[in-house]
Protein backbone atom coordinates (compact mmCIF):
# COMPACT_ATOMS: atom_id res chain seq x y z
CA UNK A 1 0.00 0.00 0.00
CA UNK A 2 1.08 3.66 -1.19
CA UNK A 3 0.51 6.64 1.22
CA UNK A 4 1.14 10.18 0.53
CA UNK A 5 1.60 12.12 3.61
CA UNK A 6 1.62 16.04 3.10
CA UNK A 7 3.14 18.60 5.85
CA UNK A 8 3.43 22.59 6.06
CA UNK A 9 0.09 23.96 5.97
CA UNK A 10 -1.27 26.64 8.03
CA UNK A 11 -2.55 29.92 8.72
CA UNK A 12 -0.98 32.99 7.13
CA UNK A 13 -1.57 36.45 6.34
CA UNK A 14 -2.09 37.94 2.78
CA UNK A 15 1.23 38.62 0.72
CA UNK A 16 2.72 35.96 3.38
CA UNK A 17 4.52 32.64 1.76
CA UNK A 18 3.87 28.44 3.07
CA UNK A 19 6.25 25.46 1.62
CA UNK A 20 4.34 22.28 1.74
CA UNK A 21 5.87 18.95 1.66
CA UNK A 22 4.83 15.51 0.40
CA UNK A 23 6.20 12.34 1.34
CA UNK A 24 5.32 8.98 0.45
CA UNK A 25 5.28 5.58 3.02
CA UNK A 26 4.66 2.06 2.40
CA UNK A 27 5.63 0.33 -0.51
CA UNK A 28 7.99 0.72 -2.51
CA UNK A 29 7.13 2.84 -6.04
CA UNK A 30 8.43 5.13 -8.97
CA UNK A 31 6.22 7.76 -9.53
CA UNK A 32 6.05 9.48 -12.88
CA UNK A 33 4.17 12.45 -12.31
CA UNK A 34 3.59 13.87 -9.04
CA UNK A 35 1.69 17.34 -8.52
CA UNK A 36 -0.91 18.89 -6.19
CA UNK A 37 -4.37 19.92 -6.20
CA UNK A 38 -6.56 21.59 -4.02
CA UNK A 39 -10.58 22.10 -2.68
CA UNK A 40 -12.30 24.69 -1.17
CA UNK A 41 -15.54 24.06 0.64
CA UNK A 42 -18.52 24.02 -1.74
CA UNK A 43 -16.29 23.49 -4.67
CA UNK A 44 -14.59 20.89 -6.79
CA UNK A 45 -11.33 19.50 -6.64
CA UNK A 46 -9.27 21.87 -8.66
CA UNK A 47 -5.28 21.56 -10.41
CA UNK A 48 -2.80 23.62 -9.32
CA UNK A 49 0.92 22.18 -10.31
CA UNK A 50 2.47 19.19 -11.42
CA UNK A 51 5.92 18.20 -12.05
CA UNK A 52 6.74 15.20 -14.71
CA UNK A 53 10.31 13.47 -13.43
CA UNK A 54 11.21 12.01 -17.01
CA UNK A 55 11.22 15.42 -19.05
CA UNK A 56 12.25 17.67 -16.14
CA UNK A 57 9.08 20.03 -17.34
CA UNK A 58 6.40 21.61 -14.76
CA UNK A 59 2.83 22.88 -15.15
CA UNK A 60 0.63 25.09 -13.28
CA UNK A 61 -2.42 26.57 -13.18
CA UNK A 62 -3.17 30.33 -14.37
CA UNK A 63 -4.75 31.50 -11.41
CA UNK A 64 -1.17 30.37 -9.36
CA UNK A 65 1.70 30.62 -12.33
CA UNK A 66 3.97 33.21 -11.31
CA UNK A 67 3.44 32.89 -7.11
CA UNK A 68 3.57 28.82 -6.69
CA UNK A 69 6.59 26.60 -7.63
CA UNK A 70 6.85 22.73 -7.85
CA UNK A 71 10.34 20.84 -7.07
CA UNK A 72 10.88 17.12 -5.75
CA UNK A 73 13.13 14.67 -5.52
CA UNK A 74 12.08 11.71 -7.74
CA UNK A 75 14.66 8.88 -6.23
CA UNK A 76 12.76 9.80 -2.98
CA UNK A 77 9.04 10.32 -4.59
CA UNK A 78 8.87 13.70 -2.51
CA UNK A 79 6.96 17.12 -3.61
CA UNK A 80 7.35 20.32 -2.66
CA UNK A 81 4.93 23.45 -3.02
CA UNK A 82 6.50 26.80 -2.36
CA UNK A 83 3.75 29.69 -2.73
CA UNK A 84 4.39 33.05 -2.36
CA UNK A 85 1.77 36.22 -2.41
CA UNK A 86 -0.78 33.93 -1.11
CA UNK A 87 -4.43 35.68 -1.48
CA UNK A 88 -7.29 34.51 0.30
CA UNK A 89 -8.81 32.56 -2.72
CA UNK A 90 -5.67 30.18 -1.64
CA UNK A 91 -7.64 29.18 1.15
CA UNK A 92 -8.33 25.41 0.61
CA UNK A 93 -7.32 21.82 1.58
CA UNK A 94 -4.12 21.31 -0.57
CA UNK A 95 -3.37 17.40 -1.40
CA UNK A 96 -0.73 15.72 -2.96
CA UNK A 97 -1.20 12.77 -5.82
CA UNK A 98 1.16 10.41 -7.21
CA UNK A 99 0.76 8.71 -10.75
CA UNK A 100 3.09 5.86 -11.26
CA UNK A 101 1.41 4.65 -15.13
CA UNK A 102 3.27 6.53 -17.89
CA UNK A 103 3.17 10.05 -18.80
CA UNK A 104 -0.60 11.33 -19.46
CA UNK A 105 -1.17 14.54 -21.33
CA UNK A 106 -3.81 14.74 -18.71
CA UNK A 107 -1.83 16.03 -15.53
CA UNK A 108 -4.60 18.54 -15.06
CA UNK A 109 -6.97 15.97 -14.52
CA UNK A 110 -7.38 14.33 -10.53
CA UNK A 111 -8.45 11.11 -11.95
CA UNK A 112 -5.22 10.19 -13.90
CA UNK A 113 -3.45 9.74 -10.71
CA UNK A 114 -3.08 6.70 -8.49
CA UNK A 115 -2.11 7.59 -4.86
CA UNK A 116 -3.53 10.98 -3.08
CA UNK A 117 -2.51 11.90 0.47
CA UNK A 118 -5.32 13.28 2.88
CA UNK A 119 -4.72 16.58 3.09
CA UNK A 120 -3.24 19.73 4.72
CA UNK A 121 -5.51 22.97 5.17
CA UNK A 122 -4.06 26.36 4.12
CA UNK A 123 -6.01 29.23 5.16
CA UNK A 124 -5.03 33.09 3.60
CA UNK A 125 -6.32 35.99 6.08
CA UNK A 126 -7.04 39.07 4.47
Known amino acids: QVQLVESGGGLVQAGGSLRLSCAAS????????MGWFRQAPGKEREFVAA????????YYADSVKGRFTISGDNAKNTVFLHMNSLKPEDTADYYC???????????????????WGQGTQVTVSS
Open 97 to 115: AAREALWSSRYDWYGEYEY
Open 26 to 33: GRTFSSNT
Open 51 to 58: ISWSSSNT
